[in-house]
């Protein structure tokens, strides 16, 4: 989704090259368009935008030489408005007086057009955006300050929004508000920074003020000034210091985020345990109370919920996991203060998953959230919030926090089953050092992925097939193949494949099967064998001394022994992540910024 870069400098340097370098930076949230404005040394707003990358725009736009010491920037992901050059942010008011930068959507900006229009303001875009400096605009004709005239101006929009804002009328301060829409700054001695995600500036300072819903004011050289709309009591908002490093956020030598980021699972997971653990205190007690148990994500997190539910109930713990936009309509009657629900987030801001979640919370259900990112959304609305430990993720495409998902879902229930008498010590214990063995999938793989994609990378379709534990891991094979090789790649429950699925087969259609040593064995090897006469191209993803499928297989990728159980996932997924990273690459295309998707989706 859009992303904001805003920097001003506390010592007069020019901004503009590290707001170019914040929107590089913030490139894995998906973007078409961007724009940076700068408040010029005439105190002139001067603002250069188009359609395109930024290295390109960069080059052609000259962004680097624009002067002045504050300045927005923004990459647009559209959603109001074609990708067009005027489309792009940031937006202006009739007087070029006032630029802002927004992320989200303003539901009601055709009514405040339209009495804006009646009023004699020139609209130049399609956007929802634009309403907010003519807004500003309009409210400075009585007089007042910015701050007064911006407040008053976010108590009429409705909707989500994070935005910053620079004018002539105040030119030594950078205005922002945040309204469900995520927005950080970041203080060191030279530079104050905001953005929309961390990493966006994390080169530069790890000191983090991370904004909440409502919270709006200004940076000035030496003063954060924060209010909160809800909440007359905010005077300021404390800084963190983040955990993350530069490196963490760099691509180490990679060629991708994305390969780095498969590559950086034995390292995630393990660190995820160790953190799952020291947070665990009050959640069983959670999961005991609960009457209906709800795990509730979207995406790759929908499939490690998905997991959570096969593996709970594994241990005869009941629970349902729900794609976070049909919850409303799925079970929203039922849900009521006997409830639980399991919010799943890598970022913590998907705007799906905090309505439904802002939902239940209305209707007095209890929350436990898993995030990566401290102090996110989600963070707000849960009872209980775990932190996982991946690390920053850029690549679009999730990866390593799947399977930290996996890995902290797996911990939660493995310690439930423990406090009720099961025996699970060996799983627990192989949770610990689960990672040494993600490390050998992926030296004995990576190769054999290239290969395959010399195969993969021609065609069109594919299939991929899982029963049980296994199901889950082939719904997010799928996913990768579709988000980054542009493969149609349709996953199934291996038993329904026969009913429909199986018309598509014929000579050479791939079909992947996930096959664990389990009570599904003898099922899965019916259904793939059943693809297999019809001339299907079996790629199998099997225990190392599993003869009998790589017998029936055309391809197959090995998993050390013994992982037939609920943390197959965290190994059985890496061939299946590799295979989609190197098909991309054989199809020319670039995994990490997928065509129209973005990291953080914070619109409905
Ligand atoms: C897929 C992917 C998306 C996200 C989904 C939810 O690779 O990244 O499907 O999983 O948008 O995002 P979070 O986990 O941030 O709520």
Redesign the pocket.
Known sequence: MCGIGACLSRIGENVAPKIVKMLKNLEYRGYDSAGVAVLDLDNKISLRKGVGKIDKLAKELKFDEMKGFIGIGHTRWATHGAVTKFNAHPHVDCLNEIAVAHNGIIENYIEIRERLERLGHKFLTQTDTEVIPHLIEENLKNNSSVLESLKKALIELKGAYALVLITRREPDKIFFARFFSPLVIGINDRDIYLASDIPAFLEWTRKVIILQDGDYGFVSRDNIYVRNLFDPSVKSRNWVLVEWTKEMAEKGGYQHYMLKEIHEQPESIRRTVIMVSKQINGVIELLENAKDVYLL??????YASLHGQYAFAKYGFKSRAIVSSEFLEEVGSFIDKDDLIIG???????AD?LKALRYAREKGARIIAITNVVGSAITRIADKSIIMGAGPEIG????K??TSQVATLNYLILTWAKEHGADVDYLMNKLLVVHKDVERVLEKNEKKAKNLSEIMYKRNNAYYLGRGIGLPIAMEGA??MK?IAYIHAEAYPAGESKHGPIALVTHDFPVFGVVLKDETYHRMHIALEEMKSRGGFIVSVNEVNDQDTMRLSDYHFVIPENYSNILAPLLYVVPLQLIAYYTAIKRRLDPDRPRN?A???TVE
Request: hydrophobic share 35%; net charge neutral.
């Open positions: 994500a979207a995406g790759t997190s929908y799943v987030s890598q970022s913590g801001e998907t998953t679009v495409a999730a990866t926090t799947f996913l990768k988000e998707l990291k953080s989706v």
